[in-house]
């Protein structure tokens, strides 16, 4: 898509969500923002938007200027250019929220000379305009799609500038360095030189442990964003999809007492303490001869491979058999917990029996249907998810993989450096590295990006925001 410098223009969408609603808002942004809306609007206390200071209301009716008919009891609201959240003059039009309402208004303005908004370009405005950084308008649309009060908190701290500000210091610190050694150049002495690069290799390791921790925040950060993509997978019948609606508080996925009920995966968001979880309910896994059975075996097998956790499920009521030992091979390498369900059931199986193949990891004892050991499973996936995060109350995440590749790239590029300066090379060769980082950094806020980078990220938004 093109976007290019369309800056000019006014540009006007429906913001709120399509279908009906209690109210809907039409906004308006760029130049001619308060003159359109001053046409179409008539206002009952006589008032005129153009003579409307910012931030102020006025009460009143949508007129089409085709043919003076009233389209709509309406809200205006003017915030004025550059106190607005493009940094443009901006008009909302509040309407009533039924979608025949607001696409005729819509109409209204384009008919007089507004043009449809891009998806994201409000926020992009507000991005070119110097109000929100990169980071933080990546934050705005983590808000819209969070999925859960910790990762709104996590998207809010973003949207406020609490990652834009350690990066911002962090690019600081790395110009500082190059400064430095910049100065030194100039110096005939080797000596100053040489003590320079002392300097700053110690500057970098500082900088490097900064970035480790923040690092250190991304797999949480991620799982935040994005649901921390879990897959139930066993033998055939051996509770999965109980599970799954047990999780899900509702009656979800069928379940039956006969072996291979669930064919096809089950994908759903849910909500443990505050961590998304996507889970998915899988097909049991045995060999089988019936054919779209063994697809939905071959697609557990695969779903296996992108997740971040396994929850095994095997028989308490049952020995151990070939095909929960096949089911445990999966796990090599891979984050999980073995729950040994229907434990209301007569035992066949111990923990100590199941622990021989599962390599140290975490063995529960549960029954689905007597909701026995379900509290300590939904606190041990919470566990592992903020494992040696403390103070998550507080903390920071870095919950954006475009963040944290940038982050280990300028981290690599620090090394770099240190690694140049270790080997004694020349002080340019050092420039060139930091040079590196900084821009890495610089990325993320959007201080060093390409618009192609840029046009990527707002055309992931709605239109309207
Ligand atoms: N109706 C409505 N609700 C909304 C928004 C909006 O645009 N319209 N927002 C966005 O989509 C969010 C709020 N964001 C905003 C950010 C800045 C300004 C603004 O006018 N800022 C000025 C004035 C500050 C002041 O007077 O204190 C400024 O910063 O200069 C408004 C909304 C969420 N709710
Ligand atoms: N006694 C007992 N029965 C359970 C428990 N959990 C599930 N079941 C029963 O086990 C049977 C199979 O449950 P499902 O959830 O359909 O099993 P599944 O693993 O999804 O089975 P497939 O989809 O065929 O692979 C049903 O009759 C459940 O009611 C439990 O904790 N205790
Ligand atoms: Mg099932």
Redesign the pocket.
Known sequence: MVIGLTNDDTISAI?TAVGEGGIG?I?LSGDKSISIADKIFASNAGKRVINTP??RVLYGTIIDPENNETVDEALI?V?RA????TCED?V?I?CHGGPVPLQRVLAITLGEGARLAEPGE??KRAFLNG?LDLAQAEA?IDIIRSKTDASLKAAVGNLSGRLSEQVKGLRHAVLRMIAQLEAAIDFPEEDIEEAAAADVAELIKQADLQLASLLATAQTGRILREGLATVIIGKPNVGKSSLLNALLREKRAIVTDIPGTTRDIIEEYVNIRGIPLKIIDTAGIRETADVVERIGVERAKELVGQADLILLLLDSSTPLATEDKSVLTLLSGKQALVLINKSDLPARLEVAEVEKYTAGRQVLKISVTQGMGLEQLEKEIVNMVYSGQINQGEAMFVNNVRHANALRQAQQRLADALTTIEAGMPTDCIVIDLRAAWEKLGEITGDTVGEDIIDQIFTQFCIG?
């Open positions: 913001a808002i906004r910012s931030h609201l915030m550059p106190r607005s959240y901006i909302e509040h409000f926020t109000r705005v925001k």
